[in-house]
Each structure stands twice: as structure tokens, then as C-alpha cells.
């Protein structure tokens, strides 16, 4: 089933039943929690009969309810040679649906529930202590048939897609559900946590947009939080407040009740936190986000956290070192105690970055060996990144910024909810302004990641150049938005038909630019690439040493370099996955497959790899002739769906970009190329543009196809949105055309 936008955070309802240590099994759990909360639904969910006027709608949510229960307290915990305060958390979430299926596009939806049935993190503290983290789902369907007859599902006939002792994942098959019946399902999660560190509001809050795929006639939320436990919650872009209220055993209460909630009309290019009504709302046991500011005031506000982050914030620099190991290594390189007065300022801040990435993504401590894989994927602590550059830079003597910013993806900097709500950065101020994201492995030195362009920004200034002393000003400014020309893909194809004349072979190269780059960089990129990359960039020392140097054993370094080339011999299947991505087929007899340059450095910014691979089902035989599937070898542009075609949402693009595709078609021997008019086609408005031709070459021998597309700007206003379709349109009749190889006479 597809994860809604309704509710981003697994879902539950009463905790009563999981107070109880593990003395009953999951069965019975199961089968109590089902008994419950059938036994006591609300009268909505029984309910049946949907409007004469949804007929239509693919689907119905009948009744939506979503019910939460947090339980916090602190206990003693003996440790080996102290004692420690640790907050156990008792967490039970149930979200429980009733839907009318109205067609096969709401019937594929919810034709199978996929969910983590268990997972055990549990942390042992040596002899009978540990630290408890485990998480259980339980979930439950029933079937509504039109004449009123009720099937329960066989929750046991799941499959399990993933079953380890402590890491269960299954997959729940709703046999019988057909077009015109009513699903009853719910998921419920009961999690149990115990945190020697303070618990706070990190794994408890919870962001709910109030907007759904399928209208929903009756709405509910119920959280209820126990009286020790400190609640903020806010809501954003106008939405409705819950009702809060104590029961008589002093727990806070906090409902909300609603009927006819719409639908969400698109997803396409849209930003939910942004354009929608959300509440997020979260707990903790002690003061987490006000032990450091004055009063507690901000916490229980119904607002923004925003002045109580930069607060924080500001404190955490007067509590960290102010001389790093990259500021030391920055020296050495330079081998000058001040290297910013004898280097260019742009040159020495250069090598400060690449050092910081060095550091932080050239040093390992064993445990990447088990996600070896994903090592392309780290992303940097921001927030620490930030205060230890700036901390450095002060001592420098190096004018800079830092600076807080929210994704245009997520919330605004209005309504920031928590330190996890906002980036931090770095800008350098000199004769022309620098930036340090700390962002993922593949971001380059004054590279803004593109959902920060455009954004509003707080810039803090360190008081007196020493950010040392957690004094800033405080000022607004706007981040800066990059053009097509900063995001750009070039793509290059010569296509020649096999001697069977039944499939295509192509040779394929591939350069892009700025944002366009991240995702195939960390697909197409042996780590060990990555690795010696930023070795190389800081004359750093071989992974051998560096592996010595964290104190891993010889074992782990043996098994370093395994992985190392494990990868390299396999790196055809991550190959394989973009072109099956980009072509929508796997690619047949892959080989000349390789990074040509791997843009991991500023200096050199545009990656650039190729492959020769054969695909089918893109050449059909009429007689004598052959039909080419021309349109399809960019790999297809995008077709709008009925439901997006009209829009009242302004549009969030995820970059202004462009693309270029040149495609050398070669023509058999004997035959002649025909339909290339239809080919040429130009569209183009202040949203973007479109264009395609195809010519001939003057000895007959190939078809040259030049197709360009772009789009001007990361954000369109919805009342452009029809100069938007004329682009999308123009391009999406392109993926139909055609190209004759006609046999000569």
C-alpha cells in the first residue's frame, strides 16, 4: 500500500494491553489488540454508504481514525561502576481506516499492507543490565462485501519478506478484495525505549498533513501523553487546533475531529509543508529544548521553535573546541601557521573544505562494513559541520557567516519545530562570497545543494569575528537561485541496428552538471573511488594507515579491501539498474561501462560516464520495412496525468535545469529513412522551452535527432501553470515518434 501523505510516522491506538512485559506472546497481543478495536469502534465505522456524489472517486476513505499514546517516566539503572537516569518510554500508535474501492487503480493500492513486524535494537550494558529500543507491528483487515457480508483476513498467511531473529519485515496479501468493497484495516506499532541520554522530542514527534490521496468523510486524531510528559505542538498554515483536556488520571489529552477532508489533487511538483494545513506535535520527559534557553515559555507554545533553536544553537559554540584537526591539517598543508596570508583566500578555504571531507568521510570505524553499500549515501552532521568550521575560521581570521536555512521542500524557517527543522552553513565573505554545505559525499566547495536556492536565510555573524563566544547578530537575506545553465545534462547516443535487425545497440554518453549529477554520482561511483578522491585532494594518508590509525584490526582491514573490489566486480549492476531506470528495460550484452570523470572536485565539476548496451523492443517489422521507436531512446518525457492537468498549486521545481539529448541513428545499408518531419517540433514561453529535429546526413547513412528541453525556474506560480503544459505537452509528443527504415526499391 502507498505511504499517504496523511500521515508520515507509523500509526497506533490503546497502550494498556502492552504495559506488561513480554510474558504474553505476540499471538495472543494480536489477537487481544484486534478484539479491541473492533469491539469499540466509533459508529463511523460502520458505516457503508458513501455520497451519490464520490461514485466516481477512485477510492473513499469512509472513516480515518489515528490514536496515539506516549508513556515517559525515569528509573535508576545500575551501570558497572556507576548508577545512570534512564527515561523508559512506552510508545502505542494505531492508525485505523475503513475505505470504499472504487476502481482498479484504488485496488492495486490496497491490495497488500507492507509493514516491520519486529525489530529488536536493544543495547546490553554488560551483565544483566540493557538498554531496551524494540518495536512490534500488529495489524489486522476485514473485508465489506456489497451485501453486507464481513471476511476477516488471515493475518497468518503473511509473508515474511525479511526474517531475522531481531528484524522482521512482512507483506500482507488482501485476498477477495474487489472493485465495489469495503476495506477495514489497521496497523498498530508498540514501541518500547529506554535512553541514558535524555529523551526528547527526536523520535516523538509526528507531522500530520491534513490532506489525503482519496477524500475522507470522518477524520480523528487522539494523542494522549502521561502527566509527566512536557507536549509541544504546533500548527502550521492555518489548521485547525485539537482540544485539549485532562482525564482523571491527570493524562493530557488532545483530539480533533473532522469530516469531508479533501483529497490531495496532485502530487507533481508540489512541497506539502509548504502549500498545505499540518500539525506536528511531540513530547519530552524533562525539559530537552529548555534546559538551556530562559523559561519554558517557547516549549508549550502553540509557534514557531525558531528563536529557541537559534539560541541553542548559539550556546553550542561556546561548549565545543576551537581548533579542529582539519585546521591543523590545513596548516601542514600549506605549511604556514597563517596560510590565509599567503594563499588566496579562495584557494585556502578550497582546501579547508576538502579537508573537512576528508575527515569526515575518509575515516571509518568498522561498522560501514555492514551498509558498505550505502557508504556513497552518508550525509554529514550539518549543525556539528557548521560550528566546528566556524569555530575555525574564527581563529583564522576569516570573515564568515553562519547561516540557518530550510529545505523549500519542507518547513519554513516560520515554522520551525526543532533542530532537525532548519540546515546550518557557512558563508565566507571576501571579494566575492564562498559557501560550506555540509551536505552529502558528492557536494563540491561553494556548491548550494538546490532546495536551499531561492530560500529565505537567518545569517548570524559572530560577534567581534569569534564565534567562540555564542554571540551573533542577527540578519534576513535570501539564498541565491542557479540557472539552467548551473544544472544541465548532455546526453549523447549512436544507435546502430544488430545484423538480426530485431534490437538496438547503443552507445551512450552521459555528462551533467550541478544538482543533475548527486544521484548517479553515488549510484555509478565505486567507493573507493570516493575514497581516494579526497585523499588525493589533501595529500591524506592510504586507507591502510588510516585503518591502522582508528585501531581496527587486521581482520577489518582485510575485509575493507575485499569490499573495495567486491564492488568494483559488480559495479555492471548499478550500471544495469540507471539504464533499466532511464530506458524502462534492462539492458541486454552491457560492456565499454565507465566513469569518465567523477566530478567529486570543484575543479573539475561536470560527471561524465558511458556505456554500449543492446535493448529490445524498440525496433518492429511492417513487410520489408522497420519502425524505429525514435521518441524512446531519450527515455521518455514526462506525460501528464488527467488529474494534474489543472492546477491551483503554486509549483515547486527541484531545480531550474536543462537537457540536451544528440542521437546518431544509423541507416541499414539498403534502406532509406523517412518520417523525420514529423520529428521537428519548438515550444517555447518564459516557463522554459522544447525543441526536436531530425535530419538526414548528406551520404544517407545516419539520422542525427537534437532534442532540447528546459526548465527556466525552480518555482512557477500556479497561474503560469498552463505555460507549464504547453512545455510538458510539446516534449511528452515526442515519445510517440517514429522513424521508417524503408527497404529501396
Given at each position: 500500500m502507498k505511504l499517504r501523505l496523511l500521515i508520515i510516522a507509523c500509526l497506533l491506538t490503546t497502550g494498556k494491553?502492552?504495559?506488561?512485559?513480554?510474558?504474553?506472546?505476540?499471538?495472543?497481543?494480536?489477537?487481544?489488540?484486534?478484539?479491541?478495536?473492533?469491539?469499540?469502534?466509533?459508529?463511523?465505522?460502520?458505516?457503508?454508504?458513501?455520497?451519490?456524489?464520490?461514485?466516481?472517486?477512485?477510492?473513499?476513505?469512509?472513516?480515518?481514525?489515528?490514536?496515539?499514546?506516549?508513556?515517559?517516566?525515569?528509573?535508576?539503572?545500575?551501570?558497572?561502576?556507576?548508577?545512570?537516569?534512564?527515561?523508559k518510554t512506552i510508545r502505542v500508535n494505531t492508525l485505523h481506516e475503513r475505505i470504499k474501492i472504487n476502481d482498479k487503480v484504488a485496488l492495486e493500492d490496497y491490495s497488500k499492507l507492507s509493514y516491520q513486524k519486529k525489530l529488536d535494537k536493544t543495547v546490553s550494558l554488560m551483565l544483566f543490565n540493557k538498554l531496551l529500543n524494540t518495536h512490534n507491528t500488529f495489524i489486522g483487515a476485514k473485508l465489506v462485501k456489497p451485501d453486507g457480508k464481513e471476511i476477516v483476513v488471515n493475518t497468518s498467511e503473511e509473508v515474511l519478506v525479511k526474517n531475522e531473529d531481531k528484524d522482521q519485515k512482512g507483506i500482507l496479501a488482501i485476498p477477495g478484495l474487489q472493485v465495489g468493497d469495503i476495506l477495514d484495516y489497521y496497523i498498530s506499532t508498540v514501541e518500547v525505549n529506554e535512553d541514558n541520554k535524555g529523551n526528547s522530542f527526536k523520535d516523538n514527534e509526528e507531522v500530520i498533513v491534513l490532506m489525503e490521496e482519496y477524500p475522507a468523510l470522518y477524520f480523528s486524531l487522539d494523542f494522549q501523553f502521561n502527566s509527566k510528559l512536557k507536549v509541544k505542538c504546533m500548527y502550521a498554515n492555518n489548521a485547525p487546533h485539537f482540544v485539549e483536556s485532562k482525564n482523571d488520571a491527570g493524562d493530557q489529552l488532545y483530539s480533533l475531529k473532522m469530516t469531508n477532508v479533501p483529497k490531495f489533487e496532485s502530487k507533481l511538483w508540489t512541497s506539502p509543508l509548504r502549500q498545505f494545513p499540518y500539525i506536528e506535535i511531540g513530547s519530552s520527559y524533562g525539559n530537552a529544548y529548555?534546559?538551556?534557553?530562559?523559561?519554558?515559555?517557547?516549549?508549550?507554545?502553540?509557534?514557531?521553535?525558531?528563536?529557541?533553536?537559534?539560541?541553542?544553537?548559539?550556546?553550542?559554540?561556546?561548549?565545543?573546541?576551537?581548533?579542529?584537526p582539519a585546521e591543523k591539517r590545513l596548516k601542514k598543508f600549506f605549511n604556514s601557521p597563517k596560510p590565509t596570508k599567503d594563499e588566496s583566500l579562495d584557494s585556502v578555504m578550497k582546501v579547508m573544505y576538502d579537508e573537512y571531507k576528508y575527515l569526515a568521510f575518509d575515516l571509518y570505524n568498522g561498522d560501514e562494513i555492514k551498509k558498505f553499500h550505502d557508504l556513497n549515501y552518508?550525509?554529514?552532521?550539518?549543525?556539528?559541520?557548521?560550528?566546528?568550521?566556524?569555530?575555525?575560521?574564527?581563529?583564522?581570521?576569516?570573515?564568515?557567516?553562519?547561516l540557518m536555512v530550510c529545505s523549500r521542500l519542507n518547513n519554513t524557517l516560520a515554522n520551525v519545530y526543532g533542530l532537525n527543522d532548519f540546515t546550518a552553513a557557512i558563508r565566507i565573505n571576501g571579494e566575492k562570497q564562498m559557501y560550506m554545505f555540509f551536505d552529502d559525499v558528492m557536494t563540491h566547495f561553494n556548491e548550494v545543494p538546490a532546495r536551499y536556492q531561492g530560500e529565505k536565510v537567518i545569517v548570524m555573524h559572530p560577534v567581534g569575528g569569534n564565534s567562540k563566544l555564542g554571540l551573533f547578530t542577527s540578519t534576513d537575506s535570501i539564498m541565491p537561485v542557479f540557472g539552467i545553465d548551473k544544472n544541465h545534462s548532455d546526453e549523447k547516443l549512436t544507435v546502430n541496428m544488430m545484423p538480426d535487425m530485431q534490437k538496438l545497440k547503443l552507445t551512450w554518453n552521459v555528462k551533467q552538471d550541478g544538482n543533475l549529477r548527486h544521484g548517479d554520482q553515488?549510484?555509478?561511483?565505486?567507493?573507493?573511488?570516493?575514497?581516494?578522491?579526497?585523499?588525493?585532494?589533501?595529500?591524506?594518508?592510504?586507507?591502510?594507515?588510516?585503518?591502522?590509525?582508528?585501531?581496527?584490526?587486521?581482520?577489518?582491514?582485510?575485509?575493507?579491501?575485499?569490499?573495495?573490489?567486491?564492488?568494483?566486480?559488480?559495479?555492471?549492476?548499478?550500471?544495469?539498474?540507471?539504464?533499466?531506470?532511464q530506458f524502462d528495460q534492462e539492458p541486454q550484452q552491457l560492456t565499454d561501462f565507465k566513469v569518465i570523470n567523477p566530478a567529486l572536485e570543484s575543479s573539475a565539476p561536470t560527471f561524465n560516464y558511458t556505456a554500449t548496451f543492446v535493448l529490445d523492443n524498440l525496433v518492429k517489422k511492417a513487410g520489408d520495412n522497420y519502425i524505429i521507436d525514435a521518441g524512446k531512446l531519450?527515455?521518455?518525457?514526462?506525460?501528464?496525468?488527467?488529474?494534474?492537468?489543472?492546477?491551483?498549486?503554486?509549483?515547486?521545481?527541484?531545480?531550474?535545469?536543462?537537457?540536451?539529448?544528440?542521437?546518431?541513428?544509423?541507416?541499414?545499408?539498403?534502406?532509406?529513412?523517412k518520417g523525420m518531419e514529423e520529428m521537428t517540433n519548438s515550444k517555447a514561453n518564459k516557463t522554459g522551452s522544447f525543441s526536436s529535429v531530425a535530419k538526414v546526413n548528406a551520404t544517407g547513412t545516419a539520422v542525427t535527432i537534437t532534442v532540447n528541453r528546459n526548465y527556466a525556474h525552480n518555482f512557477e506560480k500556479a497561474e503560469d501553470w498552463g505555460l507549464m503544459k504547453e512545455i510538458i505537452e510539446a516534449a511528452s509528443t515526442f515519445n510517440d515518434q517514429k522513424i521508417l527504415f524503408e527497404k529501396k526499391g
Open positions: 494491553l502492552f504495559a506488561q512485559e513480554d510474558t504474553i506472546s505476540y499471538a495472543n497481543k494480536a489477537a487481544q489488540l484486534q478484539k479491541e478495536i473492533w469491539g469499540k469502534q466509533a459508529p463511523e465505522f460502520n458505516v457503508t454508504a458513501i455520497p451519490a456524489g464520490m461514485a466516481k472517486e477512485s477510492a473513499v476513505i469512509i472513516a480515518h481514525a489515528y490514536t496515539s499514546q506516549r508513556t515517559s517516566n525515569g528509573k535508576t539503572k545500575f551501570m558497572i561502576v556507576s548508577t545512570s537516569t534512564v527515561t529548555t534546559d538551556n534557553i530562559k523559561g519554558t515559555e517557547a516549549f508549550v507554545s502553540k509557534g514557531s521553535m525558531l528563536e529557541a533553536t537559534k539560541q541553542i544553537l548559539s550556546k553550542a559554540f561556546t561548549e565545543m573546541s576551537d581548533v579542529g552518508r550525509k554529514a552532521s550539518d549543525k556539528v559541520s557548521t560550528i566546528s568550521m566556524s569555530l575555525m575560521l574564527s581563529d583564522l581570521g576569516v570573515d564568515h557567516d553562519v553515488k549510484l555509478l561511483i565505486p567507493v573507493e573511488d570516493v575514497d581516494n578522491a579526497f585523499m588525493d585532494a589533501v595529500n591524506g594518508d592510504p586507507i591502510e594507515t588510516r585503518l591502522k590509525q582508528q585501531a581496527l584490526t587486521k581482520k577489518m582491514s582485510d575485509d575493507f579491501t575485499f569490499s573495495f573490489e567486491k564492488e568494483r566486480e559488480e559495479m555492471n549492476k548499478n550500471f544495469i539498474e540507471k539504464i533499466k531506470d531519450t527515455g521518455g518525457f514526462l506525460t501528464l496525468d488527467e488529474k494534474d492537468k489543472n492546477r491551483v498549486l503554486d509549483v515547486y521545481m527541484p531545480e531550474a535545469r536543462s537537457f540536451s539529448y544528440t542521437i546518431t541513428l544509423a541507416i541499414p545499408k539498403g534502406y532509406v529513412a
